[in-house]
T-cell receptor
Framework: DVKVTQSSRYLVKRTGEKVFLECVQD?????MFWYRQDPGLGLRLIYF???????EKGDIPEGYSVSREKKERFSLILESASTNQTSMYLC?????????????FGEGSWLTVV | QQQVKQSPQSLIVQKGGIPIINCAYE??????FPWYQQFPGKGPALLIA?????SEKKEGRFTISFNKSAKQFSLHIMDSQPGDSATYFC?????????????FGKGTMLLVSP
């Protein structure tokens, strides 16, 4: 069964803290993504990676960075968390040159920045 | 700019009704149009998808209608059930070099009353 695992489901962090959100997929997928979901705004792409150590900016990369040292793992980093980064973060993966139907999502990480 | 516009934001129907959710896109480079279903506390999951060379696709009680000239597509849920209550996202995908990214609409919260 397809599995995208986000290790932290609920986090509360203070303003200015460095935050790491971890994501692991067990499907040997080349592509991995980080989305942010906010009510009324839908899902917005932050960063994606199509290979180890490769990354591309999405629509809203400001304030975020990513790391992909291994194929199965894709981390989202908030260098200095701010209250406007309170949101649900969704990790996803897909195989090489996949059409949209094979993008698989994790269950999300709820981040609150106080 | 919003590349995929989705309406309505929310929808309430009675059991057995046929909710219809509409989406419009602007970028003619989009080549794949999936719908995702999201239950509370879960990540989105692919529901059904269509390519622009087809005007309609049906899977069980779910049907996508696609109008290429109008750059619109819609989701119909036949004989809706309370278990269909969820948030629905339309999306559009375009191929990059070895990957595709999804651009999502803002979502429709559907409630099917018993």
């Amino acid at each position: 069964d397809v599995k995208v695992t986000q290790s932290s489901r609920y986090l509360v962090k203070r303003t200015g803290e460095k935050v790491f959100l971890e994501c692991v997929q067990d499907m040997d997928h080349e592509n991995m993504f980080w989305y942010r979901q906010d009510p009324g705004l839908g899902l917005r792409l932050i960063y994606f990676s199509y290979d180890v150590k490769m990354k591309e900016k999405g629509d809203i990369p400001e304030g975020y960075s990513v790391s992909r040292e291994k194929k199965e793992r894709f981390s989202l980093i908030l260098e200095s968390a701010s209250t406007n980064q309170t949101s649900m973060y969704l990790c996803a993966s897909s195989p090489f040159q996949a059409a949209g139907n094979t993008i698989y999502f994790g269950e999300g990480s709820w981040l609150t920045v106080v | 700019q919003q590349q995929v516009k989705q309406s309505p934001q929310s929808l309430i129907v009675q059991k057995g009704g046929i909710p219809i959710i509409n989406c419009a896109y602007e970028n003619t480079a989009f080549d794949y149009f999936p719908w995702y279903q999201q239950f509370p506390g879960k990540g989105p999951a692919l529901l059904i998808a269509i390519r622009p060379d087809v005007s309609e696709k049906k899977e069980g009680r779910f049907t996508i209608s696609f109008n290429k000239s109008a750059k619109q597509f819609s989701l119909h849920i036949m004989d809706s059930q309370p278990g269909d209550s969820a948030t629905y996202f339309c999306a559009a995908s375009k191929q990059g070099s070895g990957y595709s990214t999804l651009t999502f609409g803002k979502g429709t919260m559907l409630l099917v009353s018993p």
